[in-house]
Every structure is written in structure tokens, then in C-alpha cells.
């Protein structure tokens, strides 16, 4: 490339990335990014692409751009990992790779890797902790207890094999105190204490489990959070389960309607809800019209045996409503049209995902 051709891309890529920041949409944000991937800058690309979808959402474009460019970064990172793989197989490396390909999502490929990783380095825990994260992965999506209970017994090998593995420990104690068996994740956040590892989730944990004794059916809480349709806690040490209730739900809430574009909030156990912002009381169409999307929904998926509902997206004359759902708890909000919303999903099913059957509500 020549000094003439280096200046006209160093012109054009000032144009655009001024048109971004002062007329921004898609179509900018589009025509950056493809610039940034001729040019190789696909790391670029993917922060552009997160910026655009901020802002817009619902941009279907903009999505592709972002699966593209990371699609692209990682297959360089591919390319890289299998060329030091030929030259010098080790167990690093193949974890690596298998790491890569979950990023991904070809599960295929990570269990291709890592059951060879395990024929070649059957002393090498890394191959195992790739396989338990990704049966944990399909566990936090669909909650489905077969994998969480697969995810657990690959997790135990590893310790088995090396039982001062830092991973191993953080692993199993982070699933077991989601799942509410305290005393099993307190074992294992002992061991990480005397391993010297230690980070304010762990603290968080640490303090929630330090009156936790016994042994619990791991099988058993898995069943039950399938069931549910729920975990017992959220990550971090967050829990309904200490003080009030419902105050995580309320603050939850307080936090969510101060989403920019979000209007209504309600979270509903039962026949009770909390409410926050501009809701006319419990007779405001708003509550009933969630509840009646939210059956509807999960209907739908029963009788099309798809699974079932968890969250979902509704527009209309009245604007946005994003519903989330698990087990007795439904979470949802009534938003404008220029709102996040993964923004606002992420907060509704975290909300939900952290809520425990029997709670009492009614600030209606």
C-alpha cells in the first residue's frame, strides 16, 4: 500500500468514525466496521460493533457484523493455537483451543479436543475444567440438571487428580452455592482460602456459607432448580434468602426502571407484585397484560414441546415490554423503543434467576 492509498483510508476512516459519534445508526456504524475489517482490525470491529448495539439493539445488522468480526478474531486465534499445537502438543495448548471453540459455541469441537487432550495428558486437569464449564454453560441457560450434574462429577476428577487445583475448587464451590448446597461450596471455599486465592466473590460467598454444615444431594438441587426453573442465589454471594425477602427485589427493580427509555417495572410471584415507576396502581393494564403474554408464552411452548419460556420481547402501539420468567417468578418492564434491551433482560433475569418460591410481596 502506498502513501497516496494510506492517506485515503486514514481520510475516509476520519470521516466515518466522525459520522458515528455525530449522526450515529446503523448504517455508520455498519460502514465503519466493514473499514475496520478490511484493515484487519477485527478487535476494533467487535468494540464498534458493542458500541452500536447500545444503542441499537434490535439492529440485526449490526449483530451480524459484531458474530462476523469475532468469528473472524477467534479463527486467527485458531490458526495460531493449531500451528503451535503441531509443532509442540501440551496440555496448555489444548485447553486453550478448547476454550476458543466453547467461546464459540462448537461443542463438538471442545469435546473432540479435550477427550483427546485427556488420551494424551491423562495426569492434566485442564481438559476436564473445559469440559465441566461447558456442561455448566448448558446448565445456566437451560438449567438443565443432567448437566449440571455432569459438570459436577468432571469438576471432582480434576480435584481428584490434583487436589490443590485453585480452578477445580472455584468451579465447584461457585455451582454448589448457586445451587444452594452451602456446605459443599464451603468446603471448597476453605480450600481456596488456604490455596492463598481469594477475591470479594469468594469473601461474599465465604460469609454467606460460614454457619453451613453437613452434606447435601447435589443430585437432588439440581433436580429441584430444574423443577423451579430457578437457582437458589445468584453469583457473587447475592441472595433473597438473608434479610428481607423481597428487598433484593425491590432494589433490583429500583435499579432497573433507571434504565434510560424504561417506564414500568413489576415483579410478580403469585397474585402479589412489586411495582416501580408510572403505574397506576394494581388496576393498571400494564400488570395484566404481562401476566396474560407471559401464560400465552408459556402455552405456546408446551404445546409446540419447544421447552419453555423464559424471556422474551413484545412490541405494540403501548411501546416495548420485555418479560422474564422463571419457575413462580415473572419480572417485566414497559420500555421505549430506543432502550437496551439486553440491558434491560440481563437485569430481569437476574432478578428472577435470584428469586426463591414462597416469597411474600405487595407493594402493588
Do not use: W
Amino acid at each position: 500500500m502506498n502513501l497516496i492509498q494510506k492517506l485515503k483510508i486514514r481520510k475516509e476512516l476520519k470521516r466515518l468514525e466522525a459520522r458515528v459519534h455525530e449522526s450515529p445508526s446503523p448504517s455508520a456504524f455498519i460502514d465503519l466496521g466493514q473499514v475496520y475489517i478490511n484493515l484487519g482490525m477485527l478487535e476494533k470491529t467487535v468494540a464498534l460493533a458493542d458500541e452500536g448495539l447500545a444503542l441499537f439493539p434490535q439492529s440485526a445488522e449490526l449483530r451480524k457484523l459484531r458474530k462476523f468480526a469475532k468469528k473472524n478474531q477467534l479463527s486467527a486465534r485458531i490458526t495460531d493455537l493449531r500451528a503451535a499445537m503441531a509443532k509442540s502438543p501440551s496440555p496448555g495448548v489444548y485447553s486453550e483451543l478448547a476454550d476458543v471453540y466453547l467461546e464459540l459455541g462448537d461443542m463438538d469441537a471442545v469435546h473432540g479436543l479435550t477427550e483427546e487432550c485427556i488420551r494424551r495428558f491423562p495426569q492434566d486437569t485442564g481438559a476436564y475444567l473445559v469440559q465441566a464449564r461447558a456442561s455448566l454453560t448448558a446448565f445456566y441457560r437451560d438449567l438443565s440438571a443432567r448437566a449440571g450434574i455432569v459438570a459436577v462429577e468432571l469438576i471432582r476428577k480434576a480435584i481428584k487428580i490434583d487436589g490443590r487445583d485453585a480452578k477445580a475448587h472455584k468451579l465447584m464451590a461457585d455451582v454448589c452455592y448457586r445451587v444452594g448446597a452451602l456446605a459443599t461450596a464451603r468446603r471448597h471455599i476453605d480450600e481456596l482460602v488456604r490455596l492463598g486465592v481469594g477475591d470479594d466473590e469468594i469473601r461474599n460467598m465465604q460469609r454467606a456459607c460460614s454457619d453451613a454444615s453437613g452434606d447435601e444431594d447435589l443430585d437432588a438441587l439440581f433436580h429441584r432448580a430444574e423443577f423451579r426453573g430457578g437457582l437458589a442465589r445468584g453469583a457473587g454471594g447475592t441472595s433473597g434468602r438473608t434479610g428481607d425477602p423481597l428487598k433484593a427485589a425491590r432494589d433490583a427493580l429500583t435499579g432497573i426502571v433507571q434504565i434510560p427509555g424504561v417506564t414500568k417495572a413489576v415483579y410478580i410471584v403469585g397474585a402479589k407484585a412489586l411495582v416501580r415507576g408510572d403505574v397506576n396502581g394494581g388496576d393498571d393494564p400494564f400488570l395484566r397484560l404481562v401476566r396474560v403474554m407471559a401464560r400465552a408464552a408459556h402455552r405456546a411452548a408446551r404445546r409446540m414441546d419447544i421447552g419453555s419460556f423464559n424471556k422474551g420481547v413484545v412490541d405494540g402501539n403501548f411501546g416495548r415490554i420485555c418479560l422474564c420468567s422463571f419457575g413462580d417468578a415473572l419480572a417485566a418492564v414497559q420500555c421505549e423503543g430506543h432502550s437496551s434491551v439486553e440491558a434491560v433482560l440481563e437485569q430481569l433475569q437476574e432478578l428472577v434467576a435470584n428469586s426463591l418460591v414462597g416469597s411474600e410481596g405487595g407493594d402493588a
